[in-house]
Structure formats: C-alpha cells, structure tokens
C-alpha cells in the first residue's frame, strides 16, 4: 500500500483502538451492562494477534497469486471514481460470498466457527479472528484482479472495509434511519449474525452493504421478541482455551468422519451445511427454522397465549453460530 492508503487507515482504526473500544468499555460499566469480561476481551486481542501474524507470513504469496491473475486483467482504462467504486462494490458482493460459504460449508464452518464463539459482544468480538482464514481468503479476490483491479487496491479495499466490519459490533448503539438500515450493515444487523437463536442462524452476511442479504434471501431484522442470545447453539467446554477455540470444531469434524458410513456420505459432513448428519441425529439451519416457522404460525394462531420458543430441536448442529 502506498502511503496516502496507510495514512487513511491509520487514521480510521486508531479511533476505534484509542477512542471507542475505551468509551463502550467505561459506559458499560457504568450502566452495568456487562458487554465486557476480562477473559473474552483478552482472548479476542490474542486470536487477533494471532490472525494478524499468519496474515503477515502469507501476505506476500497472496500478493504474488493476485498479481499473476492481474496480468490477464480485462480492463485497463479506469475512471478513478468508476475504479474505486466498482472495487468496493465487488469486493464487499464477493465477500458476502465467502461469508455466505464459512456459513454454508462446514469444512469452512470449522474454520470461521473462531470468530462467533463469544458469548459476548462488543467491539472487541470484531477483533475475534478465524486465524486460519489467510490460508485461503485471497483465492476470493483473484476474480478482482482478472478485472482489472490492483492487488494492492483490492488488499486496501479489503482493509477499509474490515475496519467498518469491526465497528458494527455493538450493542450500545441500537436502531439507525430506516434508509441506513436498508442500505448498510448496522450494529442492528450484526448482532443477529452473532446470535444462536434458531430464526437468526445464517443470516445478515454483509460486511458493509445489507442489500446482498436482501438480494440473496438471507436477512433478517432483529425482531423486538427474539433478544440475540450471542455465542454458538453448542457452547464449548472450554471458552478460555485458544486451542479448543480455534480447531474444537476439526475435532467434532473428524469425529464425524470416523463413523461407518459410505464415501458420499463422508463428503457431505465436510461441504454440507453444518448440522448435517447421515442419520438425522444433528439438524442444519434450514431445517431448525422451518421448525421454529411452523411452531411460530401454531402461536399466532393463538395471539392470547404467551409462548416462548426454546431450542429443544436443536439437538446440536455442530457448533451453529
């Protein structure tokens, strides 16, 4: 990145490390709120350092992958404001895309289960980082770079919008203008992605647009009688160990594999969705929520009858966020 790029996001992040991280912090406090404990906190600062570091070891050979790809690019005479614009887009629909695959793949899945093991959340949640994500994360760009954007940029870009990923974890702030919340990622949004509720799993993938959630069928508002219930649908054994954080699902993975079963059946534990099972025993999101769909039409049936949906269905989907 070229200095003006470094200067820019120097100038984004250090609010969010000197300024908001502290005030969120003091206000929770002070209102009781309880958005912090020590442990947590100090977990996602490890596993961020952690990520960063693996992140810096591989940033070269990505680089190196990018370029090649960028010397077949198809378009070369930009207009900067087109250029920059279209970077975004592309770069934020395309990470939906990736998103939307750690989600829906549990090979994956074991991967970026890291980032939503918290059971709580706050701005630091943003700094909880699947560590093993570098390993792999770039290969989504290379159609960036066979357009015509730089790898350079396309790293940038990726950057910028990392650090609104990281300000959207929140409870202090609640709702914004309805025009905001159609268009943006919002706090509001975010907190459903992180939660465990069965009508909230897999939804609200945007990173900095909601409108791909919208356009592709996965958001959802977070619904004033459904109160986010943040951390996994499995909570781990040992939330404070970073060995168990980062591969408890490889673990739960290969267990799985270790069962009789036929080689096809094999090959949809690792690229079906999580909760996937050959003998039913576990359930995907899909079929939780169609449950939770068909128990929530029972109770609208009956408006004077208070009824709270538990999660019994949820016989485990293998570490569900």
Not at 71 to 93: A, T
Request: include cysteine.
């Amino acid at each position: 990145m070229n200095e003006l790029q470094k200067n820019i996001l120097l100038i984004l992040s250090i609010p969010i490390y000197a300024i908001l991280i502290p005030l969120e912090l003091l206000l929770s406090h002070l209102h009781g709120w309880k958005f912090y404990g020590w442990k947590e906190t100090a977990m996602n600062v490890y596993l961020n350092l952690v990520n960063a570091g693996i992140d810096l070891l591989l940033r070269a050979f990505a680089l190196g992958v990018l370029l090649f790809f960028f010397k077949f690019h198809i378009v070369s005479d930009w207009n900067p404001v087109v250029y920059w614009g279209m970077l975004f887009l592309c770069e934020d629909v395309l990470f939906w895309l990736e998103h939307f695959v750690d989600h829906r793949v549990r090979f994956f899945w074991a991967v970026h289960v890291t980032h939503h093991s918290s059971e709580e959340y706050n701005l630091t949640t943003g700094f909880r980082s699947s560590v093993l994500m570098p390993f792999y994360r770039y290969l989504y760009f290379i159609p960036l770079a066979l357009i015509g954007f730089k790898p350079i940029d396309i790293i940038f870009m990726y950057a910028l919008t990392q650090t609104y990923g990281i300000l959207v974890h929140t409870q202090a702030l609640r709702k914004f203008p309805k025009w905001v919340e159609y268009i943006f990622v919002t706090p509001s949004h975010h907190r459903v992605h992180h939660a465990s509720n069965i009508p909230y799993l897999d939804k609200n993938m945007g990173m900095v647009l909601i409108i791909w959630d919208r356009i592709f069928g996965t958001f959802i508002n977070e619904l004033p009688e459904e109160p986010p219930h943040y951390g996994l649908t499995k909570p781990l054994e040992n939330a404070n160990h970073p060995i168990k954080i980062i591969f408890h699902e490889w673990q739960a993975l290969g267990q799985d594999l270790k069962k009789p079963m036929s080689f096809g059946n094999k090959l949809r534990y690792l690229f079906h969705p999580p909760g996937w099972s050959h003998d039913g025993s576990t359930m995907t999101s899909k079929q939780l929520q169609t449950i939770w769909k068909k128990e929530k039409e029972a109770r609208d049936k009956r408006p004077k009858q208070k009824f709270a949906f538990r999660t019994e269905h949820s016989k485990q989907t293998n570490d569900r966020p």
